[in-house]
């Protein structure tokens, strides 16, 4: 993975990440980092508020790979208001994880609960710092997650690096049609967390058909639609068989038809939380 970070970013379209929300700490988190690593993925994401990135770094050491084959996402969470905090809340993710950088770090929500009327300024701020980070090589490349256009756009009357990444809910069921067309206009990576519906979508009669066709289960082809549609889905388990399964999406293409019957799933499964409404 020594490349430049855009030409990382640009094959990440291509590139099936590994997520690990609610994946306890300790050796479940661990050890699903572990498979994970094995079974191929080398794209581990994780955030703050997760609180497994203590357990998430163990794992990536334990793993044996050399630290810059593995490509490592954290998040600074909605505590973080500051220019100052987001530079202890960098420092404490680093200790955290063990690591003296990693690979992507995203603003975890664009309007916490705490400064909701001010939320343009706390964004400006926090970016500034990430700028910065970047600048310093604590951080290879910054971004967003749950931004929706308005932040987007607010963000980068300021910014003087536009996001990389803008990693949102994203499956069939919740296509967000708005936040991709968003990023596409930006030049900024759509990434796909809870790609599975957070497994709400796997029972669909559709989806179960059109996985039997390929013989395939209805999880590969959820994954499988978001890395035709170029997004970087980063499915979640701590099951050692999905976790392999998960990435075994590369031997079989969905048809312009079948990728239409999976569009038509929209609603079926959740949906992300309206960033306005509530405070994760
Ligand atoms: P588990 O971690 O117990 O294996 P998402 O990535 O959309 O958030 O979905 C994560 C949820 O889907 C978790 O509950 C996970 O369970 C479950 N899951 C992950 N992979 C599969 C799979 N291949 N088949 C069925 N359920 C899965």
Request: proline share 4%; net charge negative.
């Amino acid at each position: 993975l020594d490349l430049q970070i855009n030409t990382l970013l640009e094959i990440f379209s291509d590139v099936v990440g590994f997520g690990t929300w609610q994946a306890s700490n300790g050796d479940v988190a661990e050890n699903a980092v572990i498979d994970a690593l094995k079974a191929g993925y080398f794209h581990i994401d994780t955030a703050a508020v997760y609180k497994n990135e203590e357990s998430v770094g163990c794992g990536i050491k334990k793993s044996g790979l050399n630290r810059k084959n593995i490509f490592v996402t954290t998040k600074a969470w909605n505590d973080v208001h500051t220019y100052k905090d987001a530079k202890v809340a960098l420092a404490n993710s680093l200790d955290k994880l063990g690591l003296d950088y990693v690979d992507l770090y995203l603003i975890h929500w664009p309007n916490p609960l705490a400064v909701r009327n001010r939320w343009e300024e706390r964004n400006r701020d926090v970016w500034r710092y990430f700028e910065e980070a970047l600048e310093a090589g604590l951080v290879r490349s910054i971004g967003v997650s749950n931004f929706h256009e308005r932040h987007l756009d607010s963000l980068l009357k300021t910014a003087k690096v536009v996001p990389h990444v803008n990693q949102i809910h994203l499956s069939p069921s919740d296509m967000q049609l708005e936040v991709v067309a968003a990023n596409e206009k930006h030049g900024i990576l759509t990434q796909g967390y809870s790609p599975l519906g957070t497994g709400t979508i796997l029972e669909i009669p559709a989806l179960v058909e059109i996985a039997q066709k390929h013989q395939k289960t209805p999880a590969q082809v959820a994954i499988r639609w978001s890395l035709q549609k170029g997004y970087n889905p980063l499915p979640k388990s701590v099951t050692t068989s999905r976790i392999i399964s998960n990435i075994n999406v590369f031997d079989f293409e969905l048809t312009d038809a079948q990728i239409k019957v999976i569009e038509g799933l929209a609603g079926t499964g959740n949906v992300a939380s309206n960033p306005d409404e509530r405070d994760f």
